[in-house]
């Protein structure tokens, strides 16, 4: 069957690199998608392994329409009895770029109606909505006058791994953490920092990443539980898989914050995530010191929302002249929307990716630590 991965803008390649390693077929890149085709182990196992994915969709129908009455006998068409029970409950997402349909909310209330209307025609019965824990999330997209239904096999967001206990004020999102720590090029191996760690995301992302655990061992719950050809003796197999492939960490995992109540924030998800494993202490980035001469630092620091542009400048310049001071060796990355502040850092960049962080245009900065000249390390490489 075809299926249907959603990610953010700048997360494509990535997530295509996973399924491809999972050994999905078909895998083309879309705009915030990847496109691909499975079984239904393929499926179950795209929820449970993918880092980079918010949802799993199949798509069930796809027809064209120019107004909301060809919507609604369209959607009506479809053998709804397939997916849900009359008894059950659903709720329909909308995402509408067209000049044929002007709101998403009406498009999705037409569909809404087709679909009751069908159940209460032929069983006198109707399924109700239920926005927060819905038995069927259906997803409408209409793209111009194409219209395609699908069923969200993840139903809560894929981000929501199960170990977020608390919520830091500006938490990055776990997908979009994954995603950051697969562009870096981070093998796993060397030790991993975060000197402002907030409530510990990237962290976490990290340690499964070392571990090699599937990001979805820790939920409860995916939208197919409900379907009713959901197989529970093959998602158990599957999980169980999954379980017997976590490894031990051999590396460091260290973050660090100047605030007290962020690193207790960090320890309590890190706990929930199951990493022991990951060290956490309350100190300012400038008397942070790796103990070994390489590894990783990956970080999202401040913005600018709270202090003035000179206070940003002034505090990206410290973390320039810290890291070429005490970091040599290392790969350093950071996240952010503040370009000037960003040049204050003094590096010169080895890599730059375009992502999102929420509605904010972010650059996602990579620098290259040498020691000593960059030619003089090309040169102890090649030798």
Not at 131 to 150: G, W
Not at 174 to 180: H, N, R, S, W
Request: glycine content about 6%.
């Amino acid at each position: 069957m075809k299926l249907l991965a959603k990610t953010f803008q700048g997360l494509e390649s990535v997530l295509a690199k996973e399924l491809i390693y999972l050994g999905a077929k078909n895998v083309e890149e879309g705009k915030r998608s990847v496109s691909f085709t499975g079984d239904q182990k393929m499926l179950y196992k795209a929820n449970l392994h993918l880092s980079t994915a918010l949802s799993i969709l199949k798509p069930i129908a796809t027809f064209t329409a120019q107004d909301e009455e060809t919507l609604y006998r369209n959607v009506k068409s479809t053998d709804w009895s397939k997916y849900m029970d009359p008894e059950g409950t659903f709720v329909i997402n909308s995402t509408v770029r067209s000049p044929y349909f002007r709101h998403s909310q009406y498009a999705a209330l037409k569909t809404k109606d087709a679909i009751v209307d069908q159940f209460r025609n032929r069983y006198r019965q109707r399924p109700s909505i239920d926005k927060e824990q819905p038995d069927i999330r259906i997803n409408l997209h209409i793209n111009r006058d194409v219209c395609t239904l699908s069923l969200d096999s993840s139903c809560v967001s894929l981000h929501k791994r199960g170990y977020r206990v608390r919520n830091h004020r500006a938490p990055i999102n776990e997908v979009l953490a994954a995603g950051m720590i697969r562009l870096s090029g981070w093998n796993g191996r060397t030790d991993f920092y975060d000197p402002m760690c907030g409530s510990g995301t990237l962290l976490i992302e990290a340690g499964f990443f070392a571990k090699k655990m599937a990001p979805g061992l820790l939920r409860t719950y995916f939208g197919f539980m409900n379907w009713k050809d959901f197989d529970i003796e093959l998602w158990e197999s599957l999980r169980q898989k999954a379980l017997s492939q976590v490894e031990e960490i051999e590396i460091g995992i260290k973050g660090s914050d100047q605030s007290l109540e962020s690193i207790k924030m960090a320890r309590e998800n890190a706990m929930a995530a199951g990493l022991e494993e990951v060290t956490l202490s309350k100190k300012d980035f400038a008397d942070c010191f790796p103990k070994k001469e390489e590894g990783i630092l990956i970080s999202n620091p401040p913005y600018g929302e709270r202090l003035t542009n000179q206070n940003m400048i002034n505090m990206y310049k410290k973390i320039g002249d810290h890291l070429k001071k005490s970091f040599t060796g290392f790969d350093a990355w950071f996240i952010s929307s503040n370009k000037e502040a960003m040049k204050s850092i003094g590096l010169r960049t080895s890599k730059k990716w375009t992502l999102y962080n929420g509605p904010l245009e972010c650059k996602f900065h990579g620098f290259a630590l040498y020691r000593g000249s960059k030619k003089a390390s090309k040169q102890t490489q090649n030798d």
